[in-house]
């Protein structure tokens, strides 16, 4: 099972090892795919589910979190990003399950980015470290393999400009580096098996 120490009113999130997350999030995401694992995660992602987003898998409880998050994203990349607790379905391996964390909910609550400062978290050119960390959660756990692709382009205002700048996580969502050639607002257009939602998500200039 993967753990998570809350750190101790720190607001970089120093006292979380990461690396040993990343190692972990790896050593799980592998494991998933056994019968045991598989089922026992179906189970309990449809519990969460049902609790977090009412019968039928339609919006309930959380249906202001989601909207909020959509208008957030509409009118400052920057002001996308949450510090609190995470989506019910998006706790698994954090202690306390409520403990605070920086994160990014996807526009249609499919998909939460969960990063690891509460300040310019991402950097354009990426830092060597921290480096640019992204827990990638999905609301649903996969019941196929395959992989988490991303179809970025800079978003200025409104509008979406420049080319689209492609990149894969390989094995769906989960831990990951993801670094974007210029500083900016990122739009991510996001696909995995089964589903797809879209982050906006701030890169801030290196050195700021």
Request: glycine share 10%; aromatic share 6%; hydrophobic share 40%.
């Amino acid at each position: 099972m993967l753990t998570l120490v809350a750190p101790k009113e720190r607001s970089d999130h120093a006292g979380v090892d990461v690396e040993a997350l990343i190692a972990e999030a790896r050593a799980r995401r592998r494991r998933r795919w056994t019968v045991g694992a598989l089922s026992a995660a179906l189970v309990a992602g449809a519990v969460a589910t049902w609790l977090e987003w009412g019968p039928g898998g339609r919006p309930g409880t959380n249906t202001r979190t989601a909207a909020a998050a959509r208008l957030s994203a509409a009118t400052s990349c920057a002001s996308a990003m949450t510090y609190g607790p995470l989506p019910v379905w998006a706790r698994a391996g954090f202690h306390p399950a409520n403990m605070a964390m920086p994160y990014v909910l996807g526009a249609h609550g499919e998909i939460v980015a969960v990063l690891w400062a509460r300040h310019d978290p991402l950097h354009s050119p990426a830092k060597p470290e921290p480096s640019n960390k992204i827990l990638w959660v999905s609301r649903v756990p996969m019941t196929t393999s395959g992989n988490l692709e991303i179809s970025a382009r800079r978003l200025v205002g409104e509008t979406l400009v420049g080319p689209i700048v492609q990149r894969t996580v390989i094995g769906g969502p989960g831990p990951s580096e993801v670094d974007m050639p210029q500083s900016g607002c990122w739009q991510f257009s996001l696909r995995w098996p089964g589903y797809q939602d879209s982050v906006d998500l701030a890169y801030a200039p290196t050195g700021r």
